[in-house]
Each structure stands twice: as structure tokens, then as C-alpha cells.
């Protein structure tokens, strides 16, 4: 994967914020009076265990959820009141599940993350064209132009979606567990395209996932989340303790430097039947 454009301004300041809200689906609340910022020109990792409100939570910041209470503020502002078109040249959200359209190819699936950039004066121009054709490069798949999607492996159509995200070229990219359906090879090469886009191009990235490894390894803010709430955050190298992930996760572990980068490294605890076998080879 290679790099991408910077988006074409960079602002200071915290732009994404949630603000006591309560979010939840039907009457079921996941999320009760929650408060945070997300650093700007930070990769933001959200880890927790299943149930715990972390896509919640995503959907409330791109604004497919609607708080109950409390609002989320998008450059000071409620992220409620913007066009939608306004949000979307801002803001842009890889979901956890896609759904394209039947017989859409590959390239007029990641062209559409150029729509909230046109309207009736701007149509289809080189810019555009050139977005396209860059983002394909980025994520590997533009051999796959001409396929249709409805074609692809689940890997392939998730490096497309991630592909039209980066079309649409938003200074702020959410992505809902973006690693789903990659082999090992694709996952640290998408991570390592993320923190390109973070620390080269000036973004400020938010995801989902689950592999703790990974999100520690990559990640400059980490939130943890239980339940509904915000357990601990910060850098990995700040609040990483085998009691965290102990009270986090329910897993006994030991956190020792990664030998490759010296971010923190979960490694799980033996069990003592595991403990015994290992120990007789």
C-alpha cells in the first residue's frame, strides 16, 4: 500500500467531541452520560470486549446514531445541525458492514466517495479522477478496477470499502473494525497505511479493534471501554498494564516490550494444564 494526498487543510484545536451523551438502540442504553475528545492529528484505538458500546460509540461520532441526550460537536459545533454533504467532506466512516450495490464494479464503488465533493456546478473532474485512482493504489486493488464487487473475496471488498474512504479524502476517517476478513499480511499493511495517512498526510484516525497487539502497536491514543464506559486512556505506553487489560478483558496476562517497535505486548498467562504441557517438550 502507498501513500496518499494530504487533505487540504489542516486545522488545531480538538474537532470531535462527545459531550454527556446517552446512546443506545430502542430502549436498550449501551452509553450513558458519556464525555471524551478525540485528539486531533492522533490515531485513536478503541478496544474492549464484545457488547461494550465501541461501534456504538463510532456510529454516534459519524452521526448514524442520534445521542439521546448530550450531542456530539463537530468543530465546536452539533454535528446534528450540519448538511450532510458538510459532514461528508469532513468526516468519512468505514462501517463494521458493507453492503454494495448488485453489479456495481469496482472502481464506480470507490468513486462514490467522491459524491459529497460534487454538485450541480462541480461534477466529475480530474481531481476527482485522480482521488479515485490514488486510494485504489493505496489499498492494493486497483488490478480489481473492472471486477464486480459481488465477485470479490471478503478481503478484496474490504480493501475496496477502505478504498472509497479514502476517495472521499475527510481530514477525520472512522473505521469500524477495518482488519475483518484480512489475512495477517493485508491487516499490518492497512495499519501501516493508517499511520501513514496519520503521521504523513496529517489525519486523524478513530478505529475499531479487536486484536490488542495491533492496537498497541499503532495506536498514539488508546481508549479503553467496559460496559459503556471509558475504563482508561491515553497513549499505550501510559496506561498498558496487565491489570487494565485484567480488569478490561477478564485475561490474566504479562505486558513485556515488543522486541520490534518496544510498544507494549499482551501476552496471554498459561493456563496450568497449558503450563505442564509446555514444559514437557
Known sequence: MSEVMAPEETRTGTRLQAKNITIGYDSRIISDGLTLDIPDGKFTVIVGPNACGKSTLLRALSRLLAPSSGEV?????????????????????????????????????????RFPHQNLIRQWTREDEAAVVEAMAATGVGELSGRLVDELSG?????????MLLAQQTELMLLDE????????????????????????????????????????????????KAGRV????????????????????????????????????????????AARFTTH
Open 73 to 113: 460537536l463537530l468543530d465546536g459545533k452539533a454535528i446534528a445541525g450540519y448538511p450532510a454533504k458538510q459532514v461528508a467532506r469532513q468526516l468519512g466512516l468505514l462501517p463494521q458492514s458493507s453492503i454494495a450495490p448488485d453489479g456495481i464494479r469496482v472502481a464506480d464503488l470507490v468513486a462514490r466517495g
Open 155 to 163: 478481503g478484496q471488498r474490504q480493501r475496496v470499502w477502505m478504498a
Open 178 to 225: 477495518p482488519t475483518t476478513y484480512l489475512d495477517i499480511a493485508y491487516q499490518v499493511d492497512l495499519l501501516e497505511l493508517c499511520t501513514e495517512l496519520n503521521r504523513d498526510a496529517g489525519r486523524t484516525l478513530v478505529a475499531v479493534l479487536h486484536d490488542l497487539n495491533h492496537a498497541f502497536r499503532y495506536a498514539d491514543h488508546i481508549i479503553a471501554m
Open 231 to 274: 475504563v482508561a486512556q491515553g497513549s499505550p505506553a501510559d496506561i498498558v498494564t496487565a491489570d487494565m487489560v485484567h480488569e478490561v478483558f477478564g485475561l490474566p496476562c504479562r505486558i513485556i516490550d515488543d522486541p520490534e517497535t518496544g510498544t507494549p505486548l499482551v501476552i496471554p498467562l498459561a493456563r496450568k494444564g497449558d
